[in-house]
């Protein structure tokens, strides 16, 4: 290894920014919890593929500032739910969380949060385990497997308030991943970019089909590179049918 390549890359903390876009900022340790992510992705990188993006301001924005918009709502914790949480945790799960996205950060910024990522390649997991040990998240929790699988298990099935799922299958395939996973009243937040009119007419009528509506959606670009994004939230109002989601690859190939 040459000397360049031994030295760690810094990633900016842009607090200015977080607290313009998001009114939080990351503690001094939630930083250095960032930082040591980024170190091990960029030293998992060069056994795995696990993301092209590499350079410190677009790591910072793709991945940590990308993750945390989707819950921008609920960055700053309510104090009175903490005793709450204590009993009964907010669970929330990663759909196809690659190499923890948005899941890590999310699990970083909410320490009171029960994180799951799930992830159908178990190199990836693997790769997970490693990275939340050395961060020390406790509250963080893997899984190999396939959403169309965990979806029908009755120990996963109905069973988080808060499902993200980013990057991973077209948005009516995601809401046939997530909404099973929910329990009801809870949220799926599907990371898109791009979106159009007519994708929300067909996302409608899939996620009704699942038990659920379209809350709401915001769009938004990103600090720097000024690239539109959009998150899709989904609210579940009722049980989702028990044909959903429907075997492995059967929701990619005829999407709702
Ligand atoms: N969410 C991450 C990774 C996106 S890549 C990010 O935004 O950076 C998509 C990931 O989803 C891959 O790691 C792939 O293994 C996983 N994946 C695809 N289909 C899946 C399924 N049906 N169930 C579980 N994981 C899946």
Request: glycine share 6%; net charge neutral; proline share 7%.
């Amino acid at each position: 290894m040459t000397e360049v390549e031994n030295q760690e890359l810094v990633l900016p903390e842009h607090l200015d920014i977080w607290q313009q876009t998001m009114s939080w900022q990351p503690l001094p340790q939630q930083q250095a919890s960032y930082q040591r992510l980024y170190t091990e992705i960029l030293q998992g990188n060069r056994q795995l593929n696990l993301t092209r993006i590499t350079e410190p301001n677009e790591f910072w924005e793709k991945h940590l500032w990308d993750s945390l918009r989707g819950i921008k709502c609920w960055l700053v914790a309510d104090p009175g739910a903490e005793a709450l949480f204590q009993e009964n945790p907010f669970k929330v799960l990663d759909i196809g969380t690659g190499a923890g996205f948005p899941g890590i950060p999310v699990a970083v910024a909410r320490p009171d949060w029960h994180v799951t990522l799930l992830d159908s390649t178990r190199k990836k997991i693997a790769f997970l385990d490693a990275v939340i040990a050395t961060l020390g998240l406790t509250q963080v929790q893997t899984r190999v497997g396939r959403a169309e699988e965990v979806g029908q298990m009755a120990h996963h099935r109905a069973g988080y308030d808060l499902v993200l799922i980013r990057a991973v299958a077209n948005a009516s395939v995601c809401a046939e991943y997530a909404m099973p996973l929910l329990k009801l009243n809870g949220t799926a937040v599907l990371y898109r970019g791009q979106w159009l009119e007519t994708e929300t007419q067909a996302l409608t009528a899939a996620v009704q089909q699942l038990g659920g509506k379209i809350d709401r959606i915001e769009s938004f670009v990103t600090p720097f590179s000024q690239s539109i994004r959009h998150c899709i939230y989904l609210q579940k109002l009722k049980p989702t049918p028990a044909a959903f989601p429907r075997p492995t690859g059967v929701p990619t190939q005829k999407p709702l």
